[in-house]
């Protein structure tokens, strides 16, 4: 029997990550330190095995893109009891807010395009539009919520890179505050 295996048999509160310093990682901290709870941190080498250690009944919770929970909560092989997003995921409605039991509660992972610096401010602002007009096609905001993935798209190029920004920022301080390293 594994040691995490062993903690959540025990009734020790464990959260499993993909590892030390990853963004799922800082989202449980962030939740521990906004709700005040202590839970112990069991990372693996990488989401798979942190999933299927979930599945399985090893650690007690964890922070999963919707994506790939979403097919073990349809089997019911998990549960989702919150999303970490400001409103509720069209994916699963009837799952709450974080934020709904601990106001004020916003976590989210993202993706981004990026471009090598010196790219012409012409060259990003014209990919930024089409990848704005493209998230706009209803047919195809439906196919990637019907897999749990929200599209939304800056408005600039300047407001995505200040949203990065504050993101370095902000987990600068997590990081310092819980004493979080990277493998």
């Known amino acids: ?53 979930l599945v399985g009944g090893h650690v007690m919770l964890r ?43 916003y976590d989210s992972t993202f993706n981004g395009l990026l471009a090598p610096a010196g790219t012409p401010r012409e060259v990003t602002e014209r990919v930024r539009s089409e990848v704005a007009k493209a998230a706009s096609v209803p047919e195809l905001r439906t196919r990637f919520i019907e897999q749990g993935i929200e599209i939304v798209a800056s408005n600039s190029t300047d407001e995505f890179a200040a949203f990065l920004r504050k993101q370095v920022e902000d987990f600068a301080v997590l990081a310092r505050q819980a004493g979080i390293t990277a493998n």
């Open 1 to 53: 029997m594994s040691s995490a295996k062993r903690n959540c048999v025990s009734g020790e509160r464990t959260f499993g990550s993909e590892g030390n310093g990853g963004t799922l990682h800082f989202g449980i901290e962030m939740l521990q330190s906004e709700a005040g709870v202590k839970l112990t941190h069991v990372p693996f080498k990488g989401a798979g095995p942190a999933v299927i250690d």
């Open 63 to 105: 922070f999963d893109q919707v994506t790939t929970s979403l097919p073990f909560i349809r089997a019911g092989k998990l549960r989702a009891l919150g999303v970490s997003t400001s409103t509720r995921s069209p994916a699963l409605p009837d799952v709450p807010t974080i934020a709904e039991a601990l106001p004020g509660f």
